[in-house]
């Protein structure tokens, strides 16, 4: 995708496929909890001027990815409430 179409939400996927790879094969559990906060921030970074919907947009997107990642590895879902209060912080 060129950079002129590349939207938040395929920046922010993109971010967190790359960080994905990078802990699996660190081997960085920890890892996992740590890159939404991290992923969101370089968003931010690249779409300074997000609107308050996508704001909105982008907490929901990062909720239920956390949500399909615990359903498929199994983790428990309480282990990400910190990461997702940092985003809520962050996008607040």
Not at 4 to 30: H, L, W
Request: proline letters at 7%; glycine letters at 4%.
């Amino acid at each position: 995708m060129s950079e002129e179409r590349m939207t938040p939400g395929t920046y922010f996927q993109q971010r967190i496929e790359q960080r994905s790879r990078e802990i699996a094969k660190a081997r960085n559990d920890p890892g996992y909890v740590a890159m939404w906060p991290e992923a969101v921030k370089e968003v931010l970074e690249k779409f300074p001027n997000l609107s308050h919907e996508e704001r909105a947009s982008l907490r929901g997107n990062v909720e239920e990815q956390v949500k399909l990642m615990c359903t498929r590895t199994r983790r428990d879902p309480h282990m990400f409430t910190p990461a997702l209060q940092e985003v809520a912080r962050i996008l607040g």
